[in-house]
């Protein structure tokens, strides 16, 4: 069967550091993927689409990796702060230009 | 003008009642989506809506919901006769169009509790 995963345990980490969040897939082929950043009691807000054709793509402090033979994406957050705290939810599409989104990775950023 | 609206922000209501929910898009997107979110889950796709095409229903979970799209704008999602598993955070979202590459701008969702 088709699935996204993703981390379900929060990830804790330092001011300053750099936070990776994994999105692993299974069963699809996705054309391209996106990163949505939501925080509580709010919607999802897009970040960075990424390709099947592009290996890597950088917004700022944002950096997505795409990588279609592991079948994975890793989303980075360099020198993070405690404003990057939220959930971080990827989705990809699947047939149809659907978006299928996972089920998110909580970043909490200490000071 | 403004993002993705819904009403109300928060619903109350008994098991077997029905409940309207309504999603403002942002003027000018063609493609409008419903989704569901439990709490600490991801989004469940639920419905789409493209232009005058007919709907994509493929993600309802049952026939209790339906959802219309008025004049390719406004859109209410109903839930009829409604159980305690339908407790949940309803998110709306459009787009410009119905392409994955498009952005999804998101409303801030309608948070139903059933008791």
């Known amino acids: 069967s088709q699935k996204i995963e993703q981390n379900s345990e929060a990830l804790n980490i330092q001011e300053g550091k750099t936070a990776t969040l994994t999105c692993n897939y299974t069963n699809y082929s996705p054309a391209y993927l996106q990163w949505y950043r939501q925080d509580p009691g709010r919607g999802p807000v897009f970040l960075l689409l990424?390709?099947?054709?592009?290996k890597e793509k950088r917004k700022e402090r944002l950096k997505v990796t795409f990588d279609t033979t592991l079948k994975q994406s890793l989303f980075h957050i360099t020198a993070s702060q405690p404003a990057d705290s939220a959930t971080y939810l990827c989705a990809l599409n699947n047939a149809g230009n659907m978006l299928t989104f996972g089920g998110g990775t909580r970043l909490m950023v200490k000071p | 003008g403004a993002g993705v609206s819904q009403s109300p922000s928060n619903k109350v209501t008994e098991k077997g009642k029905d409940v309207e929910l309504r999603c403002d898009p942002i003027?000018?997107?063609?493609?409008l989506y419903w989704y569901r979110q439990s709490l600490g889950q991801g989004l469940e796709f639920l419905i789409y809506f493209q232009g005058n095409s007919a709907p994509d229903k493929s993600g309802l979970p049952s026939d209790r919901f339906s959802a219309e799209r008025t004049g390719g704008s406004v859109s209410t999602l109903t839930i009829q006769r409604t159980q305690q598993e339908d407790s949940a955070v309803y998110l709306c979202a459009s787009s410009l169009r119905a392409f994955g590459t498009d952005t999804q701008y998101f409303g801030p969702g309608t948070r139903l509790t059933v008791l």
């Open positions: 003027s000018g997107h063609t493609a």
């Open positions: 990424i390709r099947e054709n592009e």
